[in-house]
């Protein structure tokens, strides 16, 4: 009567604890709907397909040799149709040469010619004021008193002149012929200013040694070109000049001292005006136009490469890029390379469904693959768009470095890490065809691409922590640095070529693990899938919940430290991922926090059970609401979707036996107070079963066992090989018996090795202690202390 009034009229706890079931239900199936719809699955695999295809092939060109200057040409390269492009470094040498041509700008200055000017014209007039007041004079004393007056007057002046010239040119001349010489002489110096005076010594021109024919500014500003004089060939001028105004040598020469003084440079670089220049005549060079006819060489055969080789295969490549991108579908090339994508996803397929039933099983794995292979494409695809585009056109070598440095690594590590090592061969396979048919079937390509990517699933394989996995895409780097190394030797690259390769992808390989190792958390927290360095840092002791449940429930936390080594050790030997349960073994049992004293490993010795006072029902409706506490906790916690599914698992569906059989023994014994003769009772198993589901994968069952095994050891009254053997062989018999192995994959040979390791591995934990030999005080005190208990 009291079952039916509980089935039919349940308790608040009860309604409260079948709501948390159906909610629970109704998430899995929508979680399971998502992870294993093969519609879902279909559309996957159709988008990453048309995305591969859209990423690696549209609007590429048929990709031409990798050629870099200065490089012997290994291919002849022919125009299939005409062509014309700018060319930039035909115009940029155009430009160049007008820059030369343009002669440099000077502002001109008279004002030291027309103060010299002025000089000369009061010299003259003090001489002839000097010969009209002093012509009573003795020629001596004339001569003496002139002297004088010339020297202060030139002191005056400022000027370096030759005071004996001027008294020769006095003495030698009479007025008239002295003034038309001085005169003359200063037509002459006027004629060599006008020309300009220009002295590269004493100014920043860089320019004046390389013309003859300047341009100067006036003071009106008015532009001329004229041959500008250097001071020494100024001073040639004027003695050429002066000789034709006086066949006297003593005459001449008095002039020519008198009349070089006036010599100063006048013409001073003008940078400002210089440039202006420069510009204007840069700005009107047209761009030049480079014709290419159908059958012309592009690039010849055994000859070097020059950048004008490189700029026309650019061009080249750039104009069957853009007829691609303009072309249909049924363009021949883009029909080619889906034609051969189709073939490589289908060998794929083909692989994941005989090999990988798991993976093929779980959308998220498949979604993650996938994504993680579209991105790297993706990358790939800017990278070679990078050094193909015009950023490098005039990069030399920039385009043809970046070849080699596409971040092949990034998905083989990353798939790795989080699905294993099978899917991250088969993402390198994809990676490197795809890549290879990207370079023009190069299948040199193919094999240089796959043995980086091998190279890098094995160093990052079984990675613990995330510095590691920038150790793994550096050594990748490495190895791909090796085989450049050695077939830049074997092909005659230039030396500096290959140094830079090296370069560039050292640097490249520590920036895609240092990428690796910011997306990885990402995948994992998007996706609900895991890492083994994820689980590393979570068997951290430190953890909250760990340090809650060493404080709040220590025998649980001990229950679970032995559990995780019996399952640990049980993994390493059939094959299966010991991190994976250790982690989840000392999650397993989180639950039990919320009630820990209904627990046994929590409850002292000789102190009273909350059990005796309840119903084996109700017991059982606690014990097996540890699951569902726990599973709630991880998913606030936030912990990985392996251990939830562990917490969810690690009991089955299995019998709560003990309350079961106390339900049974205490309604015998109602039946029996009520004078029933009828000793058959029938107790619904399913209010005593836990809801499971069942263990689903290898982890899962060895954490089943092990739990079961770790808590009957403990009832042992003596430990014996034969009894431990008893023990774990009754457990497992009895998992299968109750169909709990049904749906993990385990078979009979991974059974009876798991069931050895836990053998081993529980004689070892609870093996006897020696007694120690006590002292002679110890026995004495011992001895009498027995005395005195017989003698009460």
Known sequence: MTDFFRRFFPSKNQKATKSRHLREKRVEAKSNFLLQ???????????????????????????GPRVSVDQVARTRVVAEYPFSYESTILTERKKEQERKMVPPVYQVDYSPFSQFELFINRLNSKILDFSRENRELLEEEQNQKLEQELAEFIQSSGLDLDIESLLTLYRETDERVRYRLLQQGLTVLWNIYRQGIFN???????????YRLIKIVDDKGETHEVNFKRPNEALLDLR???SRLEKSEIIYQSLFQIMKVGLEVNLFYDEAKHNAEIEAAVAAVEDETVLVKAGDTIIELGSIVTPRDIEKLRAYQNLQREQIRSSTVLDPFILERVFYSFIIVGITLIFIHLLFNSFQKSNASLSVGALVLTVNMLFIRLMLELGEGTLFAEAGNVGTLLTYVPPFVMAPIAITILLGLAPAILSSVII??????????DVQMFLIVMFT?????????????????????????????????????????NITVILQQAALVVVMSLIYGMLVVGVIPILESSFKIYSDITLLELTDFNHPLLRKMQIEAPGTYHHSLMVANLSENAAIEIGANPL????????????????????TENQRAGAPSPHDTMRPSMSALVIKNHVSEGVELARRYSLPQIVVDVIRQHHGTSLIRFFYFQAITEAKKDLKKK??????????????????????????????????VEAASRSLKKVTQQNVEDLIDGIIANAQGDHQFDLAPLSYQELAIIRASFIKSILNMLHSRIEYPKG???TKAEESAGAKTVSK
């Open 200 to 210: 590269p010594v004493n100014q920043r021109s860089g320019l004046s040694d390389q």
């Open 580 to 599: 994976i349960c250790r982690t989840c073994a000392l999650f397993h049992d989180i639950g039990k926090m919320s009630k820990p004293e209904y627990f």
């Open 675 to 708: 004078g029933s003769s009828d000793t058959h009772v029938e107790i619904d198993q399913s209010n005593f079963r836990y809801d499971g589901p069942s263990p689903k994968f290898k982890e899962s069952a060895i954490i089943f066992i092990a739990d079961s």
């Open 432 to 441: 490197a065809t795809l890549y290879a048919m990207m370079m023009g079937n």
């Open 240 to 242: 050429v000049g002066l």
């Open 37 to 63: 719809s093969r519609r879902l699955t279909f559309s996957i695999g159709i988008t990453t397909l048309l995305a591969l295809i859209l990423i690696s092939f549209w609007g590429q060109a048929p990709t």
């Open 776 to 778: 002679e005080e110890e």
């Open 453 to 493: 990517c091998i190279i890098s699933i094995v160093l990052s394989h079984d990675v613990r922590l995330r510095s590691k996995i920038v150790r793994a895409s550096f050594l990748a780097g490495l190895t791909l640095i090796t085989i450049l190394v050695i077939q830049g030797f074997i092909e005659g690259q």
